[in-house]
């Protein structure tokens, strides 16, 4: 194929600047999109950790905060509740809270890194809806010998006040513990564990 009159200086100009343009082109549309990709100020504040003061808290009161779009209870517990723990072990499907999904120190009858404090996500582990605190020691609707504990209406799973789950329910596993960890002897927080951000 003849050659004549081709300008190979200019052909080479045109390329080159083609080129360039299309670099920046490119550049121009791909920073929008990956700003896209950074979560906004509102989704980094759902997830970050949540501080709870305890001070106004009575024992056999519940407290409910939110942390990463999840309803968080935070439970003082009285002397009394604590006794009657060990008097279901024999009613629950994982009394050890050896399979569930849970930091290590809430593998314990109280499940919690002080015995007063239960701090325990309040959705069911069955389909998330959020069960109801029983505290009344007795004869209930769903339970004939009731210790306290939770009740979730939607499917009757039953938990008692540690959040761990009876036999011959539909939730499979205990309520799940958060991280957390205490500040002080009057603030936990919420999303750091003892060893640090969860």
């Known amino acids: 194929m003849p050659t004549d009159g081709v300008n190979k200086k200019r052909r080479r100009f045109l390329v080159a600047t083609t080129s360039v343009v299309g670099a920046v082109g490119a550049g121009f549309t791909a920073v929008p999109f990956l700003k896209s990709w950074k979560p906004s100020a509102r989704a980094q504040a759902v997830g970050a950790p949540v501080q709870v003061p305890l001070d106004g808290l009575e024992p056999g009161q519940i407290l409910k905060v939110q942390w990463r779009g ?8 009285t002397e009394e509740t604590l006794k ?3 008097e279901v072990d024999e009613d629950l499907r ?3 809270s050896l399979e569930s999904d849970q ?4 593998q314990n009858e109280a499940r919690a890194l002080r015995d007063e404090y ?3 996500n309040m959705h069911c582990t069955h389909l998330g809806c959020i069960p109801q605190m029983v505290p009344e020691v007795g ?3 769903f339970e004939e010998n009731w210790k306290g504990g939770f009740y979730c209406p939607c499917h009757k799973s039953k938990f008692d006040m540690a959040g761990r789950v009876y036999k011959g ?18 603030t936990l927080i919420i999303g750091v564990s003892p ?3 969860a």
């Open 169 to 186: 329910v539909p939730a499979p596993a205990n309520l799940k513990i958060p991280p957390y960890s205490f500040i002080d002897d009057s």
């Open 195 to 197: 060893e640090g951000v």
């Open 103 to 106: 930091p290590e120190f809430a």
């Open 70 to 77: 999840q309803t968080i209870g935070v439970l003082r517990r």
């Open 139 to 141: 004869a209930q609707p």
């Open 94 to 96: 994982d009394p050890g």
């Open 118 to 120: 239960l701090v325990v």
């Open 84 to 86: 009657l723990l060990p």
